[in-house]
């Protein structure tokens, strides 16, 4: 009967290590690169030295909102996608 008093309390006790005691996961927005880290990438600048996508090339992004009133209920956070491939690239917020 110890043995199994011993196993559950073994039980209770990695359960509480190991899986109660992770950090909160990052968001999806929060894993993004900011721009300064975008632009440090191999491929996020032309031979012109514009900033393009480094997926296709394309110079032309669109920003947008993120939509998620959890992680952004003061609208201030904010992601950029280029226009051709649609791939996210980089997040922004503004204060």
């Known amino acids: 009967m110890t043995e ?8 209770v ?4 290590v190991l899986i109660r005691n992770k950090s909160t996961p ?4 929060e894993s993004l690169p900011s721009l300064t880290e975008y632009q440090k990438t191999k ?15 394309h110079h032309e992004t669109i920003e947008r909102s993120l939509n998620s ?3 952004n209920p003061t609208k201030n956070k ?14 922004s917020q503004r204060q």
């Open 78 to 91: 904010f992601y950029h996608a280029c226009t051709c491939c649609k791939v996210v690239l980089w997040r």
């Open 13 to 16: 006790f990695m359960y509480f």
């Open 69 to 71: 009133e959890k992680e």
């Open 26 to 29: 990052k968001t999806d927005w």
């Open 43 to 57: 491929k996020s600048s032309s031979e012109q030295g514009k900033l393009c996508c480094q997926h296709c090339g």
């Open 4 to 11: 199994y008093i011993m196993l559950a309390i073994i039980m």
